[in-house]
């Protein structure tokens, strides 16, 4: 397939932007990207899609998300309205997950992968639980993934708080899908070692995750210091903070992914640096649950890969990136906190290096070599484009609702608008009948 008459956005380490720009790809890999004229005249055999203007750049990638959390929008939380984080917890995303059958956590996927189509997000990396259908549960999730032909990776998240029988089978729902893609791997599905978060697994439980580990070459993904209740439970229960007592266990390291990082002190962000552990930032969720900032510009000074998520808010990663670049600026009182360019680098560059401790090839980039996980937008800019302004016209032009064209892996899951891959109607028909019985199951408890 060869992409004509685009305005191309590449990023990748050679960024650019290509007026009349071109994009060819064979299979599910880029093979060059150029102007119109000289691609057109090397591959004149190439299928052609034109752009006919449009702007052309690599699918957006979200680093850490949860697809259960689909079937809570729009759900009464029974009883008073939570006060803190761990309310929110406790009475909402800890009856919500327990209220999950295999159906119901596979059409929460399928929903949110609707959604993940539609605003050009083409990698989504994910976060599961659902205490009372442990086994199986990522063949659930994975299937829904397959089926919408992008690319997702996935963990189960291991916890105590379901007991020890609820902690072991986590483990080994852990274990057996890392093993699968050992045996069958799926240049679309990726996956890791899930654990909840620190206040919630005991010293033994970390140590039988490690030990489960060995020898599946992966790391863990898992929420740290999201709240200051987790970092007060690991000081009083162990007399550590949580990235320490995270580093002594053998959690943090060069493939693990630690989501949201908010109130970690000058000598965890080291621990991060020293282990090369990856952090993702999720800016939207953070306000609504009110649990705090992340010291997101301290990380990356201190040479830590930082990247960007939704922690289950809508896929229109576009979305992310513009809340991420307000929400620095008024929380330091400062205008000139999380400049454009730097925030590119987290939503590409960085989201790029944690999407590779998932998929054997580059995304996140319009380079030979990489994915051809590509997007078009109907943007039309009204002011020069060019490679000293390109992130600005994303912050404050470019939306999820002009993508126009899907593609992942070379797979076009949706054209002018059409999601081609999966049955939108029929999909969220289903899903509103099984929220019903989600909820009422959250009512009962």
């Known amino acids: 397939m060869l992409i004509i008459n685009g305005t191309v956005l590449t990023f990748g380490p050679d960024k650019r932007t290509l007026p009349a720009g071109a994009v060819y790809y064979e299979g599910d890999t880029i093979i060059e990207v150029g102007r119109t004229a000289d691609l057109q005249q090397k ?26 959390g689909a079937f809570a929008r729009g759900m009464a939380i029974p009883g008073q309205p939570p006060e803190n984080f761990m309310q929110i917890l406790e009475r909402l995303w800890w009856k919500v997950d327990r209220a999950l059958t295999l159906e119901d956590s596979k059409y929460s996927a399928l929903v949110a992968l609707v959604d993940a189509i539609r605003h ?19 063949d659930a999730l ?19 708080r ?5 902690a072991l089978a986590g483990i080994a729902e852990n274990v057996r899908f890392l093993k699968r893609l050992r045996t069958t791997p799926n240049p679309k599905l990726g996956a890791s070692f899930g654990l909840h978060a620190a206040f919630t697994v005991s010293d033994d439980t970390l140590d039988a995750c490690v030990d489960a580990a060995k020898g599946l070459n992966t790391g863990f993904h898992i929420h740290v210091a999201e709240d200051k209740a987790d970092e007060a439970d690991s000081l009083k229960k162990y007399g550590v903070r949580v990235a320490e007592r995270l580093e002594k266990k053998g959690i943090l390291g060069p493939k693990t992914l630690a989501a949201h990082a908010i109130h970690v002190d000058a000598y965890e962000m080291d621990a991060f640096r020293a282990t090369q552990t990856k952090i993702s930032h999720q800016p939207r969720s953070n306000m609504n649950n009110a649990v705090g900032v992340a010291e997101v510009e301290k990380l990356l000074n201190r040479g830590i890969t930082v990247g960007l998520g939704n922690d289950g808010f809508s896929n229109n990663m576009f979305t992310e990136i513009h809340v ?16 454009g360019d730097r925030l590119m ?17 580059p995304v996140g980039m319009l380079a030979p070599g990489a994915f051809a996980d590509i997007i078009l937008l109907d943007y039309i800019p009204y002011t020069p484009l060019t490679d000293g302004n390109y992130p600005w016209q994303v912050i ?20 002018d608008r059409q999601v081609l891959t999966l049955d939108e ?8 009948e099984l929220a019903k019985g989600v909820w009422r199951r959250v009512n009962d408890m």
């Not at 050009?120 to 990522?138: E, F, K, Q, R, W």
């Not at 299937?143 to 105590?160: H, P």
């Not at 404050?396 to 054209?415: E, K, L, P, Y």
């Open 43 to 68: 591959y004149p055999q190439a299928q052609i899609l034109d752009a006919a203007g449009k702007i052309v750049m690599p699918g957006m990638i979200c680093a850490h998300t949860h697809f259960y």
């Open 120 to 138: 050009g997000t083409t990698t989504l990396i994910d976060h599961h639980a659902s205490p009372n259908h442990i086994d199986g549960s990522l």
């Open 142 to 160: 994975a299937e829904a993934a397959t089926e919408s032909g992008l690319r997702v990776g996935l963990c189960y998240e291991v916890t105590d």
């Open 162 to 166: 379901n007991g020890p029988a609820g």
């Open 324 to 339: 991420a670049y307000l929400l620095h600026k008024v929380s330091h009182g400062d205008p000139r906190v999380m400049p």
């Open 345 to 361: 680098e987290i939503a590409f560059h960085n989201n790029t290096t944690i999407a590779g401790l998932f998929f054997p090839k």
């Open 396 to 415: 404050f032009g470019m939306d999820g609702s002009h993508v126009t064209h899907t593609i992942a892996g070379g797979q076009m899951v949706m054209r």
């Open 425 to 432: 109607s029929a999909i969220a028909e289903k899903a509103t």
